[in-house]
C-alpha cells in the first residue's frame, strides 16, 4: 500500500530538523568547559633576596657550656644588722618633732623633745642624793673630828662612813638614771631630748607632734633608723630549684626602677625553713647601696648562677634583634637567601654572647649584626 505525506507530516519532519541543529550549535550545548584560571603567588614576608650577601657576614650558632641560671622576683628590705629601733625611756608629751620618716640623720641628732614626769622625777631624786650626800659628808667630817680628840668611839666613826658611803652610791645612781633617760645632770629640765644613736635613714616613724608617750613599754617603738648604704635583697626560692642555690654565690639583680642597670649581689643566706603555704625558702642576698639610689620596698628581679654548668647554643648579642616585643635573627637559607626566625633567648655571657633556648639548632649560619641587615633591607623595600 501505497503511503501518502500530508501537510501535517511536512510540518513534523521540519520541527524536528530546526531542534537537530540547534541542538549541533557549541554554543546552546548543556556541557560547558571552565576557563583556566591563573594559580595566585603568595611570598613569605620572612624570606630576604639579597644581590649582595658577601656583604653581611654571618656565624655559626655554636655549643658551649654555661652555668645553669634561676630567676626569682625579690624586694628590697633594710639590713637587720645596721637597723636600730629608737624608743624613750621616759614616758611624757611631744612637744617638738624634728624630723620625719625617710629624713637622714646623724647620730647624736634631736629627734623630737618630750615634756617628761619621768626625767623631772629622776633630776628630782637625783638632787635629793646630792642633797643626802652633802649632809653625810658633813657629819663624817665632824665625827672624824671627835674621833681625832677621842670625844666618841670608833664605832661612831664607821657609821658615819657607811652613811657617806651611802649616799655616794644614791648620787651616782641617779646622775645615771638621769643619764640614761637623756637628761643632762649639770642642767636639770624636765624636757628629754630624743637623739639618734647612729646615723642613717628613718624607715619608720609612729609619733607625731604632741602626742603622748609611754616608757618603757613603747608599742610600737618612736622610730626606726637604718643605715641604707648596705641592703638586703629578699626573695623566695622553690624547693626544686634550692640546690642551684649556695651561700657566696653571686646574683645579678633588676630593678623595675632602673631596668637598664645590674647590680651585682653575694648571697648571705637561705632559709632553714621552708613556707608551707609556697613550698619555698626566703634566699637572702647582700647588695651595696654606696649613693643610696636603692630603696627598701623596691621590687627586683634576682638571677642566680649555679654551679653547675649545661650545655646551651650561643650566638653573638648582636645577631639578635629585638622587634615587637619579640628577639629575631636571620638565619641563612642559601645563596643570598636569609630567613626572619623568631627566638628564645636568655641572659647574656661575659664576652657578650647569647643564649638561644628556642628557634636555632648547632652550626646554624646566622647574620652576625642582625640590625645593619634588617636595616638595609627596609632601605632596598623603599
Known amino acids: 500500500m501505497r503511503r501518502t505525506w500530508t501537510g501535517s507530516h511536512f510540518s513534523f519532519l521540519l520541527f524536528s530538523l530546526v531542534v537537530l541543529a540547534l541542538l549541533a550549535v557549541p554554543g546552546c550545548s548543556r556541557e560547558t568547559k571552565a576557563a583556566p584560571t591563573k594559580a595566585e603567588v603568595t611570598l613569605d614576608p620572612n624570606i630576604f633576596d639579597v644581590d649582595h650577601p658577601e656583604l653581611f657576614p654571618t656565624t655559626r650558632v655554636s655549643l658551649r657550656q654555661m652555668p645553669t ?72 667630817d ?29 648620787v651616782a ?7 640614761v633617760m637623756g637628761g643632762d ?9 630624743l637623739r639618734a644613736p647612729v646615723s642613717g635613714t628613718i624607715v619608720e616613724q609612729n609619733v607625731a607632734g604632741f602626742e603622748g608617750v609611754k616608757s618603757l613599754d613603747n608599742t610600737p ?10 641592703i638586703w635583697v629578699v626573695c623566695d626560692v622553690f624547693e626544686n630549684d634550692l640546690g642551684d642555690v649556695h651561700v657566696g654565690d653571686t ?6 626602677a632602673f631596668p637598664d642597670r645590674t647590680f651585682k649581689g653575694t648571697i648571705a643566706d637561705i632559709s632553714r625553713v621552708l613556707d608551707p603555704s609556697t613550698r619555698s625558702a626566703k634566699v637572702r642576698i647582700i647588695l651595696a647601696n654606696p649613693n643610696g639610689m636603692l630603696r627598701p620596698g623596691m621590687f627586683a ?57 628556642e628557634g636555632l639548632k648547632q652550626d646554624d649560619e646566622v647574620v652576625l649584626k642582625a640590625l645593619d641587615f634588617s636595616t638595609a633591607v627596609a632601605e632596598k623595600k623603599e
Open 69 to 140: 641560671t634561676l630567676t626569682a622576683n625579690a624586694n628590697i628590705t633594710p639590713d637587720v644588722n645596721r637597723t636600730i629601733h629608737v624608743t624613750s625611756l621616759g614616758g611624757g608629751r611631744v612637744v617638738e618633732l624634728k624630723v620625719r620618716l625617710g629624713d637622714a640623720v646623724k647620730k647624736g641628732q634631736v629627734l623630737l623633745t618630750i615634756s617628761s614626769p619621768d626625767l623631772a622625777a629622776a633630776f628630782a631624786d637625783y638632787q635629793k642624793a646630792l642633797a643626802d650626800e652633802r649632809v653625810a659628808k658633813k657629819a663624817l
Open 251 to 256: 646574683a645579678d639583680i633588676r630593678l623595675n
Open 185 to 193: 645632770p649639770a642642767h636639770p629640765s624636765p624636757l628629754l631630748e
Open 142 to 170: 665632824r665625827a672624824q673630828l671627835l674621833f681625832d680628840r677621842g670625844a666618841v668611839a670608833e664605832k661612831d666613826l664607821q657609821v658615819a662612813q657607811n652613811a657617806e658611803e651611802k649616799a655616794k652610791v644614791d
Open 173 to 179: 645612781t641617779s646622775e645615771q638614771k638621769v643619764r
Open 301 to 357: 628581679v634576682a638571677t642566680f648562677h649555679s654551679r653547675r654548668v649545661r650545655p646551651a647554643l650561643v650566638v653573638p648579642g648582636t645577631a639578635v634583634m629585638r622587634l615587637h616585643d619579640k628577639d629575631w635573627v636571620f638565619r641563612k637559607e642559601g645563596s643570598g637567601r636569609f630567613r626572619r626566625v623568631e627566638v628564645h633567648v636568655s641572659g647574656a655571657a661575659a664576652d657578650g654572647m647569647q643564649e638561644v633556648r
Open 221 to 230: 617603738n618612736l622610730f626606726t633608723i637604718a643605715d641604707l648604704s648596705q
